[in-house]
């Protein structure tokens, strides 16, 4: 079973930038994917990147396009969410989240494509 643990949340004011990490440990999936969602108050969980075990393939949520960047970094078995450019909008609990499989978009931006979840950390953004 994997386990996945995020770090690098926190406050940051508008405009500014933020690197959260989410490492996984026991059995990793050796050709998977790895995704970040995020929970805003009183919203539901909303897809905002996934990227295959490559990292030559990624989706991104029109929301973030052009300001959100994913990469991982298989030797660690870690991805990375660099977020640039940050709006008030983009505070949320982020939740990194690992599949076996890859797919369309269409796939890859549902929940249920995936089957280990972080615990989250919060990012808030400040106007």
């Known amino acids: 079973q994997v386990q996945l643990v995020e770090s690098g949340g926190g406050l940051v004011q508008a405009g500014g930038s933020l690197r959260v990490s989410c490492a996984a440990s026991?059995?990793?999936?050796?050709?998977?994917?790895m995704g970040w969602f995020r929970q805003a108050p009183g919203k539901e969980r909303e897809f905002v990147v996934a990227i295959n075990w490559s990292g030559l393939s990624t989706y991104y949520a029109d929301s973030v396009k052009g300001r959100f960047a994913i990469s991982r970094d298989n030797a660690k078995d870690t991805v990375y969410l660099q977020m640039n450019s940050l709006k008030p909008e983009d505070t949320a609990v982020y939740y990194c989240?690992?599949?076996?499989?890859?797919?369309?978009?269409?796939?890859?931006?549902?929940?249920?494509?995936?089957?280990?979840w972080g615990q989250g950390t919060q990012v808030t953004v400040s106007s």
């Open positions: 989240a690992a599949s076996p499989n890859w797919g369309t978009i269409s796939r890859m931006s549902q929940e249920s494509a995936f089957s280990a």
């Open positions: 026991g059995r990793t999936f050796g050709s998977g994917a």
